[in-house]
């Protein structure tokens, strides 16, 4: 009798038991052997399944598969539970050998979770998860599942003799830091995610053999382009400018830097200063030279993806190789999708579906790189193996989230430890990363451009004025203010701190009928609208129109365009620095004026590090305003930074550590602690009289159900913008899992993220529509505007040849 794992869906041809579980242990291994694992690894995908090999999950998918209309009774069959049983029989019950029973806890925990998320060893109610699955339920003909698996998977012999090389593979690990359990943890469940629904997805498509890329060899084309490139910059008119010939002696550093072994690294590159190409010349050369399969940008917002992405696949005509991964466009991923597993529903191939990072140049966010380390649901964790052996590039490092400094440290040291990655941080005004209790590993002489006050000084190219100090200005002064600006330059930029001022104040140009070209910019847009809108900006820029362009934050970093005059609304310093860069960026004039303001109008009650920021700065531009000479002589100095960022994280030192009110814990002590630090653990102790017989405490599930790495958490939806809407009517096409992965990556350009308050009132106004069972939201035509993108009213006037 051939026992089942999965029913194909266009042939109804079986995949046998054995079949996926030596397949996926195969994979898995890849995927281990990255960090010295493949045994750990092996074993979690030789034994995820094992509960199939019964009759009882036989007979449930063939009825679910012969009669769809009436599926089998939800919660009748388990199967994730019993590989994590078996290790917990065999290696943790009797005799226990540490190693052995710390392998049969982290791959255990992998194997009964590879259906949802990893259980807690230790909950806030002070009971097991874990336990309770392995230990305590009581699983129908068990013995005869075991019996199987020896016989058509590995013998017992053989098994024993894997286990050994894990636990061999494990005791490696821990001589170097018992800390990086939880990440080693959290590596070998990726790692299973990965396989199980690779393999899943090549037998749906009939085909097990997936060209594999080269990397060497494509990396080795791209950094023969990238050098091309910076030759025709030599042939340049401007060649000679200073600041130019300066970009290429930053970018020649970068060259000469990546010739040492990987790290982590600072590069801090002025604005303006050609970090892209500098830094992308870096990770080529890096990855060519030391054997790196990724080259991974990791940028604060989405509104810089398509920017950064753009600029590189110009310089290296190639879009196939490159991905931007701006948000998860599925939602709902249910907690728990174990009854659907063999068959192919809508759920399983969203689940399926391409979605794992696997691309040689990837582009995403701060926000999506912190949630494949720390947030619920196996989508964003499954990522996590590829991070691993690649060059790791951050973006504007200084926005990481004050209550994720703490969590992105041990992130990236384990990266640079465990993971041989290369992590560059890469930001005009580099913050105190380390001042917290869990430092950032940076490398000794980290930095790799040299001489960087005179850098910094070379590239001054604008004068900050401060008109925030003595007054204030509402929307209808600033308008004012504008309009007198507008008759001695040609180009203005106004970067303000919420979306409602900036929509307001470019309604209030538009009826003043200014004679300029007005633009609007925010995240209300999604990233295909902005980048039109940009288009534009460019082009009236470049042909020297009058041009007035009203933007959030989104422009300040990562876009590069140059305004004669930008005014910022106050904030922080760091922020300061970005708007001035988009002022005079190329050094076209002499020195040119970026007004700092204060305005009125701004409602920072929910943006509580932009407020804080503000205030800082305020109280530097006060103290200069007093006495020129104070903080190095102007606001962007060293010093001045210096004194920005030292106060804004002991300003914010109560919440760097990731603290969780309603527990009384940091999301540290749930994630790493040992039993000595554990509170749950001691607890347990005082309540019980005894220890729990487990060798780890920490509890991972209830980690993640805390973690958002900002404060009010988003939804993506699809928008009705021009190829938006073909988008959304091919979601309910019968098409293939290919099919799907290609459209849901091409969606990336045509979403945008809604808070929940939004979400009801769009829901109230019927502008809302859900696709795929409710795993994707779409905007009805009426909830997207021309100019201002989202239309919570759900009664915009946008034409339909223009969606």
Same mark, same amino acid.
């Given at each position: 009798?051939?026992?089942?794992?999965?029913?194909?869906?266009?042939?109804?041809?079986?995949?046998?038991?054995?079949?996926?579980?030596?397949?996926?242990?195969?994979?898995?291994?890849?995927?281990?052997?990255?960090?010295?694992?493949?045994?750990?690894?092996?074993?979690?995908?030789?034994?995820?399944?094992?509960?199939?090999?019964?009759?009882?999950?036989?007979?449930?998918?063939?009825?679910?598969?012969?009669?769809?209309?009436?599926?089998?009774?939800?919660?009748?069959?388990?199967?994730?539970?019993?590989?994590?049983?078996?290790?917990?029989?065999?290696?943790?019950?009797?005799? *226990?050998?540490?190693?052995?029973?710390?392998?049969?806890?982290?791959?255990?925990?992998?194997?009964?979770?590879? +259906?949802?998320?990893?259980?807690?060893?230790?909950?806030?109610?002070?009971?097991?998860?874990?336990?309770?699955?392995?230990?305590?339920?009581?699983?129908?003909?068990?013995?005869?599942?075991?019996?199987?698996?020896?016989?058509?998977?590995?013998?017992?012999?053989?098994?024993?003799?894997?286990?050994?090389?894990?636990?061999?593979?494990?005791?490696?690990?821990?001589?170097?830091?018992?800390?990086?359990?939880?990440?080693?943890?959290?590596?070998?469940?990726?790692?299973?995610?990965?396989?199980?629904?690779?393999?899943?997805?090549?037998?749906?498509?009939?085909?097990?053999?997936?060209?594999?890329?080269?990397?060497?060899?494509?990396?080795?084309?791209?950094?023969?382009?990238?050098?091309?490139?910076?030759?025709?910059?030599?042939?340049?008119?401007?060649?000679?400018?200073?600041?130019?010939?300066?970009?290429?002696?930053?970018?020649?550093?970068?060259?000469?830097?990546?010739?040492?072994?990987?790290?982590?690294?600072?590069?801090?590159?002025?604005?303006?200063?050609?970090?892209?190409?500098?830094? !992308?010349?870096?990770?080529?050369?890096?990855?060519?030279?030391?054997?790196?399969?990724?080259?991974?940008?990791?940028?604060?917002?989405?509104?810089? $993806?398509?920017?950064?992405?753009?600029?590189?696949?110009?310089?290296?005509?190639?879009?196939?190789?490159?991905?931007?991964?701006?948000?998860?466009?599925?939602?709902?991923?249910?907690?728990?999708?174990?009854?659907?597993?063999?068959?192919?529903?809508?759920?399983?191939?969203?689940?399926?579906?391409?979605?794992?990072?696997?691309?040689?140049?990837?582009?995403?966010?701060?926000?999506?790189?912190?949630?494949?380390?720390?947030?619920?649901?196996?989508?964003?964790?499954?990522?996590?193996?590829?991070?691993?052996?690649?060059? $790791?590039?951050?973006?504007?490092?200084?926005?990481?989230?004050?209550?994720?400094?703490?969590?992105?440290?041990?992130?990236?040291?384990?990266?640079?430890?465990?993971?041989?990655?290369?992590?560059?941080?890469?930001?005009?005004?580099?913050?105190?990363?380390?001042?917290?209790?869990?430092?950032?590993?940076?490398?000794? &002489?980290?930095?790799?451009?040299?001489?960087?006050?005179?850098? $910094?000084?070379?590239?001054?190219?604008?004068?900050?004025?401060?008109?925030?100090? %003595?007054?204030?200005?509402?929307?209808?002064?600033?308008?004012?203010?504008?309009?007198?600006?507008?008759? &001695?330059?040609?180009?203005?930029?106004?970067?303000?701190?919420?979306?409602?001022?900036?929509?307001?104040?470019?309604? *209030?140009?538009?009826?003043?009928?200014?004679?300029?070209?007005?633009?609007?910019?925010?995240?209300?847009?999604?990233?295909?609208?902005?980048?039109?809108?940009?288009?534009?900006?460019?082009?009236?820029?470049?042909?020297?129109?009058?041009?007035?362009?009203?933007?959030?934050?989104?422009?300040?970093?990562?876009?590069?365009?140059?305004?004669?005059?930008?005014?910022?609304?106050?904030?922080?310093?760091?922020?300061?620095?970005?708007?001035?860069?988009?002022?005079?960026?190329?050094?076209?004039? &002499?020195?040119?004026?970026?007004?700092?303001?204060?305005?009125?109008?701004?409602?920072?009650?929910?943006?509580?590090?932009?407020?804080?920021?503000?205030?800082?700065?305020?109280?530097?531009?006060?103290?200069?305003?007093?006495?020129?000479?104070?903080?190095?002589? +102007?606001?962007?100095?060293?010093?001045?930074?210096?004194?920005?960022?030292?106060?804004?994280?002991?300003?914010?030192?109560?919440?760097?550590?990731?603290? *969780?009110?309603?527990?009384?814990?940091?999301?540290?002590?749930?994630?790493?602690?040992?039993?000595?630090?554990?509170?749950?653990?001691?607890?347990?102790?005082?309540? %019980?009289?005894?220890?729990?017989?487990?060798? !780890?405490?920490?509890?991972?599930?209830?980690?993640?159900?805390?973690?958002?790495? $900002?404060?009010? !958490?988003?939804?993506?939806?699809?928008?009705?913008?021009?190829?938006?809407?073909?988008?959304?009517?091919?979601? %309910?096409?019968?098409?293939?899992?290919?099919?799907?992965?290609?459209?849901?990556?091409?969606?990336?350009?045509?979403?945008?993220?809604?808070?929940?308050?939004?979400?009801?009132?769009?829901?109230?106004?019927?502008?809302?529509?859900?696709?795929?069972?409710?795993?994707?939201?779409?905007?009805?035509?009426?909830?997207?505007?021309?100019?201002?993108?989202?239309? !919570?009213?759900?009664?915009?006037?946008?034409?339909?040849?223009?969606?």
């Amino acid at each position: 009798m051939n026992f089942i794992a999965h029913i194909r869906e266009s042939d109804k041809t079986i995949q046998t038991v054995e079949e996926h579980l030596l397949a996926a242990k195969e994979l898995a291994e890849t995927y281990g052997e990255k960090l010295g694992v493949k045994h750990l690894t092996g074993l979690a995908g030789m034994l995820h399944d094992l509960g199939k090999y019964s009759n009882e999950f036989r007979e449930y998918i063939l009825q679910a598969v012969n009669n769809p209309a009436a599926p089998p009774k939800r919660g009748s069959v388990d199967h994730s539970t019993a590989g994590g049983k078996l290790l917990y029989e065999l290696f943790h019950k009797d005799n *226990i050998s540490r190693y052995k029973g710390v392998v049969a806890e982290i791959v255990g925990n992998a194997i009964l979770s590879h +259906h949802s998320y990893l259980q807690d060893f230790l909950n806030p109610e002070l009971e097991s998860n874990y336990l309770s699955r392995v230990r305590d339920k009581d699983l129908k003909d068990f013995e005869i599942t075991k019996k199987l698996f020896f016989e058509n998977v590995i013998s017992e012999q053989d098994f024993h003799h894997f286990v050994n090389k894990a636990a061999i593979e494990l005791e490696a690990f821990l001589a170097k830091d018992e800390k990086q359990l939880m990440f080693l943890t959290k590596f070998i469940f990726s790692s299973l995610i990965d396989a199980d629904r690779t393999n899943t997805r090549q037998f749906e498509g009939n085909r097990t053999n997936e060209k594999t890329i080269d990397h060497e060899k494509l990396f080795s084309v791209y950094y023969e382009k990238v050098i091309n490139k910076i030759n025709t910059f030599k042939n340049d008119s401007n060649a000679d400018h200073p600041i130019n010939v300066l970009r290429t002696e930053m970018s020649d550093q970068c060259d000469v830097f990546a010739e040492k072994p990987s790290g982590i690294y600072t590069l801090s590159i002025p604005t303006g200063g050609g970090k892209t190409l500098a830094s !992308l010349r870096y990770a080529l050369k890096h990855a060519k030279l030391f054997n790196k399969k990724r080259i991974i940008y990791i940028v604060p917002y989405t509104t810089i $993806i398509e920017q950064n992405a753009q600029e590189v696949r110009d310089i290296l005509h190639d879009s196939g190789n490159i991905l931007e991964h701006h948000s998860n466009i599925i939602e709902n991923e249910n907690e728990n999708d174990e009854l659907q597993d063999g068959f192919m529903s809508v759920q399983q191939k969203l689940k399926i579906a391409k979605d794992n990072w696997d691309s040689p140049i990837i582009f995403t966010t701060m926000v999506q790189f912190l949630n494949v380390f720390y947030a619920k649901g196996s989508r964003n964790i499954r990522r996590l193996h590829n991070l691993a052996e690649s060059v $790791i590039i951050f973006d504007e490092v200084q926005k990481v989230p004050i209550s994720c400094v703490s969590l992105f440290n041990q992130a990236l040291n384990f990266l640079k430890t465990y993971a041989q990655s290369s992590i560059v941080l890469c930001t005009a005004t580099q913050p105190a990363l380390d001042f917290v209790e869990n430092k950032l590993e940076i490398n000794p &002489d980290a930095e790799i451009i040299g001489h960087l006050d005179q850098v $910094i000084e070379a590239f001054r190219r604008v004068e900050i004025i401060d008109l925030a100090t %003595n007054q204030t200005f509402t929307n209808e002064k600033l308008a004012d203010f504008i309009e007198a600006k507008m008759e &001695d330059v040609q180009s203005v930029l106004i970067i303000l701190n919420t979306k409602t001022v900036v929509k307001n104040l470019y309604t *209030i140009l538009k009826e003043r009928n200014i004679q300029a070209s007005a633009y609007h910019l925010s995240t209300s847009m999604c990233a295909a609208h902005r980048n039109n809108i940009l288009i534009k900006v460019k082009d009236d820029l470049l042909s020297k129109n009058k041009i007035i362009c009203i933007s959030t934050q989104l422009i300040e970093a990562g876009v590069d365009v140059s305004f004669e005059c930008v005014i910022r609304s106050l904030a922080g310093l760091d922020s300061i620095a970005q708007a001035a860069g988009r002022c005079n960026r190329h050094g076209e004039k &002499d020195i040119q004026n970026v007004y700092v303001i204060d305005h009125e109008e701004e409602n920072l009650k929910h943006l509580k590090e932009i407020s804080v920021g503000k205030q800082i700065s305020k109280k530097i531009l006060v103290d200069l305003n007093q006495d020129a000479s104070n903080h190095g002589g +102007h606001i962007l100095s060293k010093l001045a930074m210096e004194r920005y960022f030292k106060e804004f994280y002991t300003k914010f030192s109560s919440d760097l550590n990731y603290f *969780i009110p309603g527990l009384n814990k940091t999301m540290t002590e749930l994630l790493t602690a040992n039993k000595n630090k554990s509170g749950f653990y001691q607890a347990y102790k005082a309540r %019980n009289g005894g220890v729990p017989p487990l060798f !780890l405490v920490n509890s991972y599930k209830t980690a993640a159900e805390h973690f958002q790495v $900002i404060e009010d !958490l988003t939804t993506s939806v699809i928008v009705p913008f021009e190829d938006g809407k073909e988008i959304i009517a091919n979601l %309910n096409s019968d098409g293939s899992i290919d099919d799907l992965t290609r459209l849901l990556r091409k969606a990336q350009h045509y979403t945008i993220n809604l808070f929940k308050y939004e979400l009801d009132q769009l829901s109230k106004n019927d502008g809302l529509v859900s696709y795929l069972d409710g795993k994707i939201f779409v905007l009805k035509a009426g909830a997207y505007d021309r100019e201002f993108g989202l239309n !919570l009213e759900n009664d915009s006037q946008l034409p339909l040849e223009y969606i």
